[in-house]
């Protein structure tokens, strides 16, 4: 696994072992990351990566031109290999990681503001770009389960730019969800990956 383009364009990311985390592939980061960067959507942005594993994402952003980035995520091997990334790429001052919870994060994140990576405590802010690529069996609750509803607390509070854009992977085989407060813009898939893009529900058609 390695970053796809960038400042650190084929450096190498050490992912934990076992099957518990399931990184996301150099080919599908390397599609969606032109889709992003075609519309302007990475340079100077301000990103969340939720249930971040690798930080593989976050990671490929900061590399492309993202400003900062926060990184949740809970699993105790994950969190060992994503703080291995940050520290090996040298982005400690642009990136922050969460251990915990990703629906408690997010409702942090958006009601309270968090610690900077420098200096005292933040106002909440929203971001840019946010992704959400959870274990895919969570998505099969209900309408979505947590990860929905962590997306749906976001855009309630206003945790994402009115013109943030918002990206969920989930299997192929899944139906792209709807998410309240978000507005479905497309899905990309991927052999067995999809990518469901959104953005907050407020604005006009997405730009082309």
Do not use: C
């Amino acid at each position: 696994m390695r970053i796809t383009g960038g400042t650190y364009r084929s450096r190498s990311l050490r992912a934990p072992s076992g099957r518990a985390t399931r990184p996301t592939t150099d080919r599908v980061r390397e599609a969606l990351f032109g889709i992003l960067t075609s519309t302007g959507g990475v340079e100077g942005a301000r990103v969340l990566d939720l249930y971040a594993g690798t930080g593989a994402l976050a990671l490929e952003a900061l590399s492309r031109g993202a400003a900062s980035a926060v990184l949740v995520e809970s699993s105790r091997e994950a969190l060992v290999a994503l703080r291995a990334n940050i520290a090996a790429l040298k982005l400690d001052d642009r990136a922050r990681v969460i251990a915990g919870d990703v629906s408690q994060a997010a409702r942090r994140l958006v009601r309270r503001g968090h610690e900077p990576l420098h200096g005292q405590r933040e106002e909440p802010q929203a971001f840019d770009l946010v992704f959400a690529d959870p274990p895919w069996v969570l998505l099969d609750a209900g309408q979505g389960g947590q990860p929905v509803a962590a997306l749906s607390e976001l855009a309630r509070e206003n945790g994402i730019a009115p013109e943030g854009r918002v990206v969920l992977e989930h299997s192929s085989r899944t139906i792209p969800l709807d998410v309240d407060g978000l507005l479905r813009l497309d899905t990309r898939r991927y052999g067995d990956t999809a990518l469901t893009f959104y953005k907050p529900a407020i604005l006009g058609p997405l730009r082309q």
